[in-house]
């Protein structure tokens, strides 16, 4: 019996790149060489078995360098190969045995079975190497379940408890830098990698140094915004709550005017207003909700008011919530530092003098308050049916307000820690929460968001400790300056603009994840919805009672705005809500209450609802992260589209058949490109690169220039839940009955149309790459 030499170019494609050194090429061939001289010579008896316990040995220790690189040899049966299976090899070699020996067969015999038990050994010890020593370079590629369970059950209610607790009683005695920095310190013990601080000097909106004011002008009674009368005992006793009872960039200064009772503030009501009455720098009281506060300041301040009350009707509320004497706040910045609009706020960044956004002069004020204004009742509710306060309208008021606000300039912190991906690192998946911001208003949000997102670390960084990593980096960020229009996020956004524009291929909100405790409350990108209800709907089946699925793309609170609106990324976010809450007004979680905020709490005890998000929004980013494909479905969006063209509305004929044309491009792309894509028999490395990066940036022709203050720019949120077309659509069709031509409507057409257009060419020019690839294979 003899053996052939197999060249150490015939190795399998996937041989670990260590294999190529060039000593151990040689220790290799050397081996190999040894055993053809051993065929050849008449002392093959004297072949040794340490020889051959060390080629073993050496393949094993080889093994170990990188062993899910490793593929099977080339042959079946190992690095040599029978002679018998190639017959040039066996009449070129083969000499007949010498007739004069008769052990030859039985010493022949005996070193085939020593090398088949040594061969044998060797894989053995191959095995268990591979078995028992992980590699610190392990790809996931699909994470597998038993993996995936092990990260997510390591998330338990109590950690986040404790977590939550430690951040109040931090709150308590620490500004929002030391804050920071024990966020970034427990983050970097947690393993987490590269954690740093990103600050920007940024104008904030502060208190002025006394609260607001109300007065009559009749009676010269004067008010406290919370409804109580001005006096030194009440601004002592409730200083905190009547400071931070303001809009933030709101106008400075006193108005006295009449009070208009302007509703909800819609088009149409402020038509109806504008026959009756002259609205010239008189005072609005509008109800917050139904439509975003911006917008409706903007149709007040073209209409010509001078100031706004603003206040949230009991009605609109859930009735086992009671806010009547409550104050609360909001902001008036769309986003990002006023000073540096649409750029970083960076150091030599030119800054513009914008301390006021609004010409309005805008005061939160409590339901109790304008009780006293239009002299009603405080209990409006008759048999169980709660009538809403409104103003007479053969009745005059006349008031005054005071509105003391100040701007500086402060430093916003966020956190940015980085957990880097094994086979594509420069893919982004973004986590993000927010913490405290000194001189803003005392909630508890943000502690629960922080705790949230920690715990969520925690539990990752245990596996990564023990050698796996994910495929796409994890970027987990926590931003400052939340409360005053999401600062800390724009301004990081404005600066890597370029990098997440290419790089991002996903953000995770955990902006705000408890608001109530009875209904799972879940918003998502329409390319994600898919996923985020297979996610839902079997957290409900470990779960005793859960209420239907609750997936919806409108649009939200919090730092998901710059990601969403200015780079087109798929979002997702989880929370809790009353469903009594979800049945509300729209918009009413623009008020941001500082006595309300203090009952995470009561809401989870046991913080189990708080264990739940985080192990959803846990599965979430870990099947983004690891799946060799983005689990994003095309043919969602343009299903979408479809559906806001549908109903009484205006659809002209070419905006109807862009989407069936859409709808065809997307179904195309999905059944050619990504169920191939899913199947590990036909994954190519370089189609599903490619196919991953349309993946990512299918929403981006979504993203339009021109939209109402206050919508979204990305035109596939909706404003609220009971809108089922484009917002921007319906508002220009609503706009338009005010104005004697429709222009505004057909440049919101034109908008909806042109994105239309573009998500279809899109897809299109995607499926023209696939094929141009195929046929420059064949």
Known sequence: MAYQKVNADQ???????????????????????????????????QFRLDRAENQNLENSETADLNLDSIQPATSPKGRFQRLQ?????????????????????????????????????????????????????TSSGTLDLQLYQEIIKTIQAEDIKNSFRNLIQLYKSEDDVEISKKIKTHWTSLGLEDVQFVNYSVLLSLPGPSPSSVTLSGSGQCFHPNGQPCSEEARKHGSQDLLYSYAAYSAKGTLEGEVIDVGYGKADDLKRIKKMK????????????????????????????????????????????????????????????????????????????????????VQPISASLVAKLISSPQDRTKNGVCSPLELPNNEERIVNMQVQTVTKFKTVTNVVGYLKGLTSPDRYVIVGSHHHTAYSYNGQEWASSTAIITAFIRALMLRVKRGWRPDRTIVFCSWGGTTFGNIGSYEWGEEFKKVLQRNVVAYVSLHSPIRGNSSLYSVSSPSLQQLVAEKSNFNCSRRAHCPGTNVSSVQIRGDADYFINHLGVPTVQFAYEDIK?????????????????????????????????????????????????????????????????????????????LASRLRESAQVFQSDEMRPANDPKERAPIRVRMLNDILQDMEKSFLVEQVPPGFYRNILYHVDEKTSQFSILLEALEHC??????KTLQEALSEVLNSINSAQVYFKAGLDVFENVLVGKN
Not at 737 to 742: G, H, V
Request: include cysteine; proline fraction near 7%; glycine fraction near 6%.
């Open 11 to 45: 190795r399998a494609p996937g041989h670990s790149q260590y294999l190529d050194n060039d000593d151990l090429q040689a220790t290799a061939l050397d081996l190999e060489w040894d055993m053809e001289k051993e065929l050849e010579e008449p002392g093959f008896d």
């Open 85 to 137: 299976e190639e017959s040039e090899y066996v009449t070129r070699y083969t000499r007949s045995a010498p007739k004069s020996n008769p052990c030859n067969f039985c010493r022949l015999s005996k070193m085939l079975c020593t090398a088949i038990i040594l061969f044998i050994f060797g894989i053995l010890i191959g095995y268990y190497a591979h078995k028992n020593c992980p590699s610190n370079a």
């Open 278 to 361: 002259n609205t010239t720098n008189q005072i609005a009281l509008l109800k917050l909700g139904k439509l975003p506060l911006l917008y409706k300041l903007s149709l007040l301040e073209k209409a010509g008011f001078g100031g706004v009350l603003l206040y949230i009707d009991p009605c609109d509320l859930p009735k086992t919530t009671n806010l009547s004497y409550d104050t609360f706040m909001v902001s008036l910045n769309p986003g990002g530092d006023p000073s540096t609009p649409g750029y970083p706020s960076v150091d030599g960044s030119f800054r513009q003098n914008r301390s006021d956004l609004t010409s309005l002069l």
């Open 581 to 657: 809450a979800l049945q509300s007004p729209s918009f009413l979680s623009e008020a941001l209450f500082l006595k309300r905020a203090t009952k995470i709490e009561e809401m989870d005890p046991f913080f189990n609802l708080h264990e739940t998000i985080t192990k959803l929004s846990g599965e979430v980013i870990l099947q983004i992260a690891n799946e060799p494909v983005l689990p994003f479905n095309a043919l969602d969006i343009a299903l979408e589209v479809q559906n806001n063209l549908k109903g009484d509305q205006l659809n002209p004929h070419q905006l109807l058949a």
């Open 737 to 742: 009955k005010s104005l004697p031509s429709n």
